[in-house]
């Protein structure tokens, strides 16, 4: 029995290599003790039951991302290690049983494919697949395809998927360049420093830009002060930005590239210069403070350019500025995306015929008790429907608005109208094309996509790990399936198995 590990990194955010190991099965009680109850746990507990049972899951490894071109490696690092660990065996019957959890699936697929091939002759003659377990497989229609040449007449399939996957159902569909280049130089301490210098800020003290009158010896001097390191802040966040992306050595987007740096840079300038009067201006300020001295040593006006500028849209996600970036990000052969191809849960069209154990395991996803499923697949099938037709933008925009209300665009759209009333001229007109132009489309775009997905009652939770938002679905849905030896599975592997019960096991 042999365990391959599968996408540690649905968007290869970390640059790490081999992530897809031993460790990958590893789970954690709540303590942070090792699980004795994850799928790798209770699957070592079915060797003394049976006869010759060999299960390795400590010597393969590969790196774990989602790259088809690493996935066609890591097959060939699986029939290296066949050949290294197991010269005995080679003039022996034996029964292969593989157990891949989410791409860890296709990469067992392409291994049936390798061992086919002139390559792949190392592979034993009496050797067979006589099982493959797939834990959240995102499935293929064209790459990757099952190979039954080497597979036993009796090879059982048992599949276990989650309903709420979005990874297997969505996110897999993306075969992602290999980011190692794009991200090793990304130091995320910067961003850091900068997240962590913006929640420092008082947003309190901002309330009395609504007032006719700001005192000149407190409210004044806080305002300008968080309003320093407000924009000192954003000074280091488009500094981290801005020295990642010019990390990036890269030939794809270099237009684009360029363009939106050359954005990111007057921002930047704009931001600078505005926080050192500011600064300059905490304490004492020439000729006192007011709504008008704000506005002034904020340069208003400029600012307001740059944000339209950023957040240009006319209509809808066809002439969006921001959505036309992303799009060309993640286009195929333009961006970061080697190619785009609809991966589903069932691998029917793969096994012709075989005999499949089908083991569902929403009911256990802790997301279904939040009774959200009609929401949950209103949001996928117009989302994979966009995906087909090629509407990147549109694909992009339903995923973004799942991180925001229209009523949150509304509150901002609130916010920025009071401030019609203490402007005029080119601010005033620059005003109101942020908020009744670009913010409007927007939130109109927003409320028509966001799904709510989130249950009133997890709002607060922390994002990675609230229930219904797109970092769950796509990461802890997509793990549930190697969380336990699910007892369907368990009892269809046991099935497969050729070598016998050992009748003197006596259980624990």
Known sequence: MMMVAGTTDPINTKGLKHEANTTYWDGKDKDGNASLVNFWAKVKELKPQFHNLHIEGTFFSWSGDNDTQERNLAADRLLDLIK??????????VHLHLIGHSHGGNVINQFTNLITTEKGKAFPELWKIKSITYLSTPFFQNKHQLNHTKLH????IINVHNGYDLTQQFVADFSLINLEVLIRNLNKGNFDKALKRIKAVDFTTFDVLSDLYIKDDTEGPRLWRNMAILLDGIKLLLGAVIDYILSIKTERFKVEKKQFLDLLDRILNWATTAQTVFSTNQSRRRGGYGRSEFFTDLNLLVGLRLFNEILAIKTGESDSYLLGILETLFKENTGITDSI????????KQTKGLEI?????TDSDRYNSRKKKASFDAF??????????KKLREVLMRLLSQFITGNQVRDIQDKIGKLEYVVSGES????KLLRKTHLQIYRNLVTRYHADLVATQDLNTDLMERPGGIPYLATISHSLSHSQFWDKAKNGLKSAFSSGINPGYKGK
Do not use: H, M
Not at 357 to 361: A, E, H, K, L, T
Not at 428 to 431: A, E, F, H, I, V
């Open 153 to 156: 007449p009796a090879c059982k």
């Open 84 to 93: 290294r660990e197991y010269p005995g065996f080679k003039r022996k019957e």
């Open 428 to 431: 005033d007109t620059q005003l």
């Open 380 to 389: 996928l099938t117009p989302l994979q429907s966009a995906l087909q037709a």
């Open 341 to 348: 191809e609809q991966t589903g849960w069932n691998p029917k």
């Open 357 to 361: 154990i089908d083991v569902p395991i």
